[in-house]
């Protein structure tokens, strides 16, 4: 027997291994047959070049567990150790196995441990670790090696018989629930299902009187052949499903899926599907996960996949992508990034070979991968340059154009009078019906933007797109969305625009969070009298604020509203007409008073023009003078106010416009039907 120290830059190592080298200690288990996984690999390459002249026939990993012992151990029939291997490879903490071998067999590209810190692992869960080893080289003697958790070990000599390592992990006391068989299993299906040796944990089961027992047949945890791993001309549409569903089950099919294949400037397989999406709440990230060389490692890809692409699914495999000793946490480096620029421009060229060479398919599938299109040229600007070749609009019609054939479709009626095409939308085919019903009257036409980020969407293609902008089809009237002349001036003269205003304004009914202002288009006569109409920059903002941190003060900004009120339509006219006649006597000494007011504010505003201070005197004059004005404007919106009060063709307008936009609710919906039922007796 021999004793020694653990070569290590510390006096105690494994505090810091249990504290900080690993984020859960069940990675201890990956670790452990991962490792296996490599001796064995490593056997297979030595057989190869012909130093190994034994069988390689049924190598495989088993994992057993003893409850009675409280021990867990990982065995493999791989290349084994030697003494003086183990004194440098396991005493030696720092040295990395793997990469000795790899620099004797250049091409043996299956190993990938890191035998050293990777075997380490184990002390987070074990307060002893014994390795029971015999090396595959002639005449080499069984060595057993044994580590209670201090640096002081004990190595001697052993009656192991068979090929191979034994890990024999004592549990600490805490960690008992990795000799639970459940837990164990779905560890192993967690990490290893994919390995591309045998792992072997406990046996098949059947049922036979009255309940399960163990079968003579080996359990099998892995797939050591995944679907990734071969040709995509061997494969049927039924492999793609039956894969899928293993690693995303109780999900619908997906839409379609993209086989990644590729061995130079780097090595990476993988398949990438795009699932189906119901509703909002099924959008989750990370589901994508990478595998090197069969090992599952992590679902936090953001550094390969680029986020715009994160809403994907499925599985990478590359052992090109560098790790951290843990294998838990990706490292960005030139070759990460060439591997996130080749998924991307996979990604869409598939796209835009489907676009292209199926477009009805893609026309059929594109409301459930719009969301995963929009959000990736949202994210990345290199998706989004493919992008903007296959990317669909569709109008209210339910037709689907590529953007450059929309411009085109839309461009002889839809150009304002300085060159800018407008693309109307709308968000809502029932609430905005009559608003889409007035531009498609004109022979306008409408898309439909109801998706989660057609509000940003919208934003980018604005920016991409020259001189292109999008308006909702609510956010005017039709001549001002559309502007091909000059505006139309109002009929009404000034005083006839103030009554109008305070007429309508004063009505308005409640309604949360919203804010009204009154103005005037000449639109035609038949078309309606009052629209109400939401600004397209305040409404934007206000969705942006959904999407963008620090725009918080916009999404808690009132909705801001416009009552337009139509100069050319007869009732407006009739209704402002008889208001300015009803009101002329009542009116006419409140607007002489006011003439007369503001001639003097005037006067003394006059007097600051040179920048001369005015004197305390004419300070005061002033400041009576505008508080004398504002009372008398007051007196006057009151006027025009109980006067609209008796006006019910004013509240009628008022409310058939709100509930044409689905604003008209509660109390104020009650008195309108009220209100309509007395109009018809």
């Not at 009101?583 to 001639?599: G, H, M, R, S, W």
Request: a negative charge.
């Amino acid at each position: 027997m021999s004793k020694g120290t653990i070569g290590v830059t510390t006096n105690n190592i494994f505090p810091v291994i249990k504290k900080f080298l690993y984020s859960d200690h069940e990675i201890f288990l990956r670790e452990l047959v991962s490792n296996a996984v490599d001796a064995t690999q490593k056997l297979k390459t030595l057989s190869g070049a012909g130093d190994f002249k034994g069988s390689t026939e049924g190598l495989k990993v088993n994992i057993a567990v003893d409850k009675e012992a409280g021990t867990l151990t990982v065995s493999d029939s791989g290349i084994g150790m030697t003494a003086e291997e183990i004194d440098k490879y396991i005493n030696q903490i720092a040295f990395s196995g793997a990469e000795e071998f790899l620099e004797k067999y250049k091409d043996a590209e299956a190993i990938i441990g890191h035998f050293g810190l990777g075997f380490y692992s184990a002390f987070m869960v074990a307060k002893k670790v014994e390795i029971r080893t015999l090396s595959w080289q002639e005449g080499a003697k069984a060595v057993s090696w044994t580590c209670d958790g201090s640096p002081e070990f004990e190595m001697e000599d052993c009656d192991k018989t068979e090929r191979g390592t034994d890990i024999i992990l004592t549990l600490d006391d805490d960690e008992k629930e990795f000799l639970e068989a459940a837990r164990i299993e779905g560890l192993l299906k967690k990490y290893c299902r994919f390995l591309p040796v045998p792992i072997i944990f406990g046996k098949e089961q059947e049922w036979k009187d009255g309940k399960y027992q163990d079968t003579d047949k080996d359990k099998v945890i892995n797939d050591v052949e995944p679907l990734w791993s071969r040709m995509p001309a061997d494969l049927k549409d039924e492999d793609y499903l039956k894969f899928y569903h293993a690693i995303e089950p109780m999900q619908d099919d997906p839409l379609f899926w993209i086989h990644l294949n590729v061995d130079y400037p780097f090595t990476l397989t993988g398949i990438i599907y795009f699932p189906k999406i119901k509703n909002n709440l099924d959008i989750r990230k990370d589901l994508i996960q990478l595998y090197c060389n069969q090992v599952y490692v992590t679902d936090s890809v953001e550094v390969v996949v680029p986020d715009g692409l994160m809403l994907l699914q499925g599985v990478i495999d590359s052992p090109d992508i560098p790790l951290n000793v843990s294998r838990s946490y990706l490292q960005s480096d030139r070759a990460v990034k060439k591997i996130s620029t080749y998924i991307t421009k996979k990604v869409a060229a598939r796209l835009e070979e489907i676009a292209k060479n199926q477009p009805d398919e893609f026309e059929k599938k594109w409301n459930d991968i719009k969301i995963f299109i929009e959000y990736g040229m949202l994210s990345d600007e290199k998706f989004c340059e493919s992008g903007l070749k296959f990317a669909l609009l569709e109008n209210c019609d339910g037709k689907y154009f590529k953007l450059e054939d929309y411009r085109k479709l839309i461009e002889g009626e839809q150009t304002d009078k300085e060159g800018n095409l407008i693309c109307l939308y709308a968000t809502d085919k029932e609430s905005q019906y009559a608003y889409i019903k007035a531009a498609t009257d004109k022979g306008y036409d409408v898309l439909l933007m109801n998706g989660e980020l057609d509000g940003p969407f919208v934003s980018m293609l604005e920016q991409k797109q020259e001189k292109m902008r999008f308006v909702r089809v609510d956010s005017d009237v039709l001549d001002n969305l559309i502007r091909k002349q000059d505006d139309n001036k109002p009929q009404f003269t000034p005083e006839q625009q103030e009554i109008a205003r305070s007429l309508f304004h004063s009505q308005i009914p409640p309604v949360e969070k919203a804010e009204f202002m009154v103005s005037f288009a000449a639109m035609s006569p038949d078309d309606k009298p009052v629209v109400v109409t939401q600004a397209e920059f305040m409404r934007r903002m206000k969705e942006m604020a959904r999407f963008q941190p620090g725009m918080n003060f916009y999404g808690d900004m009132p909705n801001m509203y416009g009552l337009v009120l139509n100069t050319k339509h007869p009732l407006i006219q009739n209704i402002v007409e008889g208001a300015e006649k009803a009101l002329e006597t009542e009116l006419k000494p409140v607007n002489e008073d006011i003439t007369a007011t503001q001639n003097v504010v005037n006067a003394i505003r006059d007097l600051k023009k040179d920048n001369k201070e005015l004197p305390e005197d004419k300070k005061k004059d002033l400041d009576d003078n505008e508080k004398h004005l504002d009372e008398l404007r007051q007196k006057k919106t009151n006027i025009i106010t109980a006067y609209a009060a008796g006006e019910s063709r004013v509240h009628q307008l008022i409310d058939i416009a709100l509930l044409s936009n689905g604003m008209l609710k509660g109390e104020g919906l009650d008195r309108f039907l009220k209100r309509s039922i007395g109009l018809l007796k």
